[in-house]
């Protein structure tokens, strides 16, 4: 029909006469402004018997009603992914080109698709209307909580070839499967020190900044990462459920547990070159080789007495803010008492 002729040839002219009054969006045909128009309305008349889904348009339920027939008949050329609509294939084809078009007028970040900058905005907007009632965790994406109450189900269905080691998550996984390739393909700009993820290196980063917003209301002392923080809670507790199946020897956290062991197996044990001395870790090796050392590099800004190592440092420092550690004899709580001079 030549009607239909006319209303194809719009699309050619770039003219879009007909606009929402609600949202300002544009359509070419008027057609489009009332389908448009029921989005607004709330009123989603199409639902599917399969999971309840509902929808504005009988169109989109149509879409939908394939991805539960497990046809995947669109297929991208460089990777081979599949997909259930042809829609979704060319989505994901951006991937592949490089292109990311869609930026954060708040952070500059950029992404491939426009759907994905929405989805970024909210975490600026603070509003986390999602909550686990299990352990009242928010979050700002139903998706980002789907995936946590994982957790709380206990099951790993997950599991690394390598090592064995089990997770929730397929994500999960594939963060850890980079450890056994050795790749650290991320650096700090700082300090040079490389990482396997991209949010171990976010993470490091914070130490540079100083920042250590997550304070104990015990002792004082602050972390940069909440998870410090609540490891750190645990020496508090006077709890120490971890113990060594070998001397007997309990710790207040697993970790500490794990490095101990090391004494007992031999295994990653550092040993100083210069006086056969073994350490657990190489972070207590290298604050001993301080001791073989003449210079005396890190001085008090107060006093001026200079110190071998950073940590001696940070002990002597303690003098001149008058902060004491006093223990507890009934339960071993370590609580900082601030001494103020008349």
Do not use: W
């Amino acid at each position: 029909m030549k009607a239909n002729l006319k209303l194809h040839q719009v699309i050619h002219t770039g003219e879009r006469p007909f606009s929402c009054d609600l949202c300002g969006k544009s359509f070419s045909r008027k057609d489009h402004l009332k389908q448009h128009h029921l989005i607004h309305s709330g009123v989603k008349a199409y639902s599917c018997d399969q999971c309840g889904r509902a929808f504005t348009h009988s169109g989109n339920l149509q879409k939908h009603l394939v991805t539960h027939s497990g046809i995947k008949a669109y297929s991208c050329d460089e990777c081979g992914k599949e997909f259930t609509e042809k829609a979704n294939l060319k989505l994901h084809q951006v991937i592949h080109t490089g292109e990311r078009p869609f930026s954060c007028g708040l952070c500059g970040k950029s992404f491939s698709q426009k759907n994905h900058l929405k989805t970024h905005q909210l975490i600026h907007s603070g509003v986390k209307a999602y909550s686990c009632d299990q352990c009242g965790r928010a979050f700002t994406h139903s998706g980002n909580l789907q995936k946590h109450l994982v957790t709380h189900s206990g099951i790993k269905a997950y599991s690394c070839d390598e090592c064995g080691k089990e997770f929730t998550m397929k994500a999960k996984l594939k963060q850890h499967q980079v450890i056994h390739t050795g790749e650290r393909p991320f650096s700090c700009n700082l300090c040079g020190k490389s990482f396997s993820l991209k949010i171990s290196l976010k993470r490091h980063q914070l130490i540079h900044s100083g920042v250590k917003a997550y304070s104990c209301d015990q002792c004082g002392k602050a972390f940069t990462h909440r998870g410090h923080l609540q490891s750190h809670l645990v020496t508090h507790s006077g709890i120490k459920a971890y113990s060594c199946d070998i001397c007997g020897k309990t710790f207040s956290q697993r970790g500490h547990r794990n490095t101990h062991l090391r004494i007992h197996t031999r295994h990653d044990v550092y040993c100083c070159e210069q006086c056969s001395k073994e350490f657990t870790t190489d972070a207590k090796l290298q604050r001993h080789m301080f001791t073989h050392t003449e210079g005396r590099p890190y001085k008090c800004d107060l006093c001026e007495k200079t110190f071998k190592s950073p940590h001696y440092l940070r002990r002597h420092q303690q003098i001149h803010t008058r902060k004491r550690l006093y223990k507890c004899s009934y339960c071993e709580v370590c609580i900082y008492i601030v001494i103020i001079l008349a």
